[in-house]
Nanobody, 117 residues
Framework: QVQLVESGGGLVQPGGSLRLSCAAS????????MRWFRQAPGKERELVAT???????IYADSVKGRFTISRDNAKNTVFLQMNSLKPEDTAVYYC???????????WGRGTLVTVSS
């Protein structure tokens, strides 16, 4: 059974930082591209950051220079370090795994990040 479990969300003031984690099980982690999406209230889900199975990294323009995605293949975990947070970063953040060969995709249930003073 595949599970992606996000953690690390919460309430933070503007300018603050949070580190999200996504622990994966039931997949061959190092064969999967890992992605973070977010969905704000009333908006569509958007791709925030991708780290490929070979550590290629892409960021959305809105988070470049503020967010850092990384992965620990030994721990089957992907991280999203979020700095200089803004109110517009408020959203539910979802972890997504996509197999590099067969493109099978799995989702976590999300973790809420609220940036507010």
């Amino acid at each position: 059974q595949v599970q992606l479990v996000e953690s690390g969300g919460g309430l933070v003031q503007p300018g603050g930082s949070l580190r999200l984690s996504c622990a994966a099980s039931g997949i061959i982690f190092n064969l999967n591209h890992m992605r973070w999406f977010r969905q704000a209230p009333g908006k569509e889900r958007e791709l925030v950051a991708t780290i490929s199975n070979r550590d290629g990294i892409i960021y959305a323009d809105s988070v470049k220079g503020r967010f850092t995605i990384s992965r620990d293949n030994a721990k089957n975990t992907v991280f999203l370090q979020m700095n200089s947070l803004k109110p517009e970063d408020t959203a539910v953040y979802y972890c997504n795994a996509v197999h590099s060969l067969n493109k099978q995709s799995y989702w976590g249930r999300g973790t809420l990040v609220t940036v507010s003073s």
